[in-house]
């Protein structure tokens, strides 16, 4: 007698597999009663084996992905091949989630009251601007595109005519993100101004505000008698240096 002739047999537990952005594992169960192979045509997918011989019983190969760090989906195709047949199953795998990134060299700047340039690195990786609503402050470049390498960004700040300091917030701005910087400027040093009188009993200096505090010493004659009358309450805390009369130091 004839031996009977044995159909060959393929069966695959799937026909699709779809993986996440980072490397993953998925099984595949094939049922084969000749030897097989299994291949695929991406070099992103690896195998636990890539051969195996007839049985009845299912057999398991772990399909293994790399990471996807591309910001597009990419495909791919396993095949498997047993006595002349072939089962294909179509892999999918997501792209890389992209996070918006942009950071400063520096928070804070210092500018003196002359006024100065300054400047700055931005490194993202979107594209972004830079702006400030102080009108004394000016930024070149004001945007820049994504980039690996560091882009410097000059600040030009304008002189500072009050004897106050003063603060600005530079921010930079991209996709989804933004940083910001806080510029302050030193205030313009206080002056001696002249004031009214001539230092007589009669007519004496009026000391109004803080640049007449400044002219007492020098008003005031050496050896003699010199009047003077406070006509307000004067703050000398942002004056930085102060030499009072009859003293051989500056107050700070």
């Known amino acids: 007698d004839a031996e009977p002739v044995v159909k060959p047999v393929l069966e695959l537990s799937t026909e699709k597999f779809v993986f996440g952005s980072v490397s993953d594992m998925k099984v595949l169960n094939i049922t084969a009663n000749n030897a097989w192979t299994i291949s695929a045509d991406v070099d992103w997918l690896d195998f636990s084996a890539t051969s195996g011989e007839a049985s009845e019983e299912k057999q398991s190969v772990n399909v293994y992905s790399q990471d996807n760090t591309a910001f597009e989906e990419r495909t ?31 928070s804070e700047l210092t500018a003196v009251a ?55 917030v530079i921010t930079v701005a991209g996709q989804d993100v933004e940083e910001t910087i806080t510029l302050v400027q ?9 004031m009214e009188g001539d230092g007589s009993e009669a007519n004496p200096y009026l000391i109004k505000k803080a640049a007449h505090m400044l002219s007492v010493r020098d008003a005031a004659t ?6 003077f009358r ?13 030499m009072p009369v009859n003293c051989d130091s500056s107050y700070t």
């Not at 050496?222 to 009047?227: G, L, P, R, S």
């Not at 406070?230 to 102060?242: F, H, K, R």
């Open 76 to 106: 791919g195709k396993i095949t498997v091949t047993s006595a002349g047949l072939t089962k294909e199953v179509a892999v999918t795998q997501k792209a890389t989630e992209f996070v918006a990134e942009l950071t400063l060299s520096v």
């Open 114 to 168: 002359a006024g100065e340039e300054l400047s700055f690195n931005v490194t993202s990786n979107v594209a972004w601007t830079a702006s400030s609503e102080s009108e004394w402050v000016t930024i070149a470049p004001a945007n820049g595109e994504a980039s690996e390498t560091a882009a410097t960004v000059t600040v030009t700040v304008a002189a500072n005519e009050a004897n106050e300091a003063r603060t600005a």
């Open 186 to 194: 030193e205030a313009k040093p206080l002056e001696a101004e002249e």
């Open 222 to 227: 050496v050896d003699a008698t010199t009047y």
């Open 230 to 242: 406070l006509e307000n309450d004067i703050d000398m805390a942002p004056v930085e240096s102060w």
